[in-house]
């Protein structure tokens, strides 16, 4: 069962343009939320996180959005640019001591010059 | 700092045997998680483990194992190979294993079992 759902598989957005992922979760155990961006042949890196006690967090072009009742979180990423092409992943866990991340199944984001 | 090293990048192995894969984390870091990954599947969560302790275990066989040194150096293996072991392994590490730790992780060691 996937614990994170991700949305779109894929995505196409021209350079500029706002690129919009979103994810939903189910245990509302879940209290951590980041996001990783991946490049071909690279392990994921983080992007920046959020935890539920805030609706929106902002760092440079990259900005989460937090729904706690809905329990949905999206990542915009504004001024898209052709540099942003990588696979984005969502990822939630569970209070102190957990360390183990439960993923998304990713989106591949295309940004056309 | 350097960041996290995993050795080796590429192994091919043929179904049945085992392999070792070693994640050597960031300095000071005392975490070290396992991720696979894999088309199919994504990215799952193998097992963490924290002052040489397996401190949390993901829904895989009992085929996969890990261990962690005194140096918070960690080894993962795989024991009679499968073909659909066939994945990138990820190993994750942090500071001090908390949830609100940023989790750094490494290049992947790609294993393909023939």
């Known amino acids: 069962q996937q614990q994170v759902k991700q949305s779109p598989q894929s995505l196409i957005v021209q350079k500029g343009g706002i690129s919009i992922i979103n994810c939903a979760y189910e245990?509302?155990?879940?209290?951590?939320f980041p996001w990783y961006q991946q490049f071909p042949g690279k392990g994921p890196a983080l992007l920046i996180a959020?935890?539920?006690?805030?609706s929106e967090k902002k760092e440079g072009r990259f900005t989460i959005s937090f729904n706690k009742s809905a329990k949905q979180f999206s990542l915009h990423i504004m001024d898209s640019q052709p540099g942003d092409s990588a696979t984005y992943f969502c990822?939630?866990?569970?209070?102190?001591?957990?360390?183990?991340?439960?993923f998304g199944t990713g989106t591949r984001l295309t940004v056309i010059p | 700092k350097a960041g996290v090293t995993q050795t080796p990048r590429y192994l091919i192995k043929t179904r049945g045997q085992q392999v070792t894969l070693s994640c050597s984390p960031i300095?000071?870091?005392?975490?070290v998680s396992w991720y696979q990954q894999t088309p199919g599947q994504g990215l799952q969560f193998l097992f963490e483990?924290?002052?040489?302790?397996?401190?949390n275990k993901g829904n895989f066989p009992g085929r996969f194992s890990g261990r962690q040194f005194s140096n918070s150096r960690s080894e993962m293996n795989v024991s009679t190979l499968e073909l659909g072991d066939s994945a990138l392994y990820l190993c994750?590490?942090?500071?001090?294993?908390?949830?609100?730790?940023?989790?750094?992780f490494g290049p992947g060691t790609r294993l393909t079992v023939l």
């Open positions: 994750a590490s942090s500071w001090t294993g908390g949830s609100y730790n940023e989790q750094f």
């Open positions: 990822a939630a866990s569970r209070g102190t001591g957990a360390n183990n991340l439960f």
């Open positions: 300095s000071g870091h005392r975490s």
């Open positions: 483990y924290f002052s040489e302790t397996q401190r």
């Open positions: 959020i935890r539920p006690d805030v």
């Open positions: 245990n509302t155990a879940f209290d951590y």
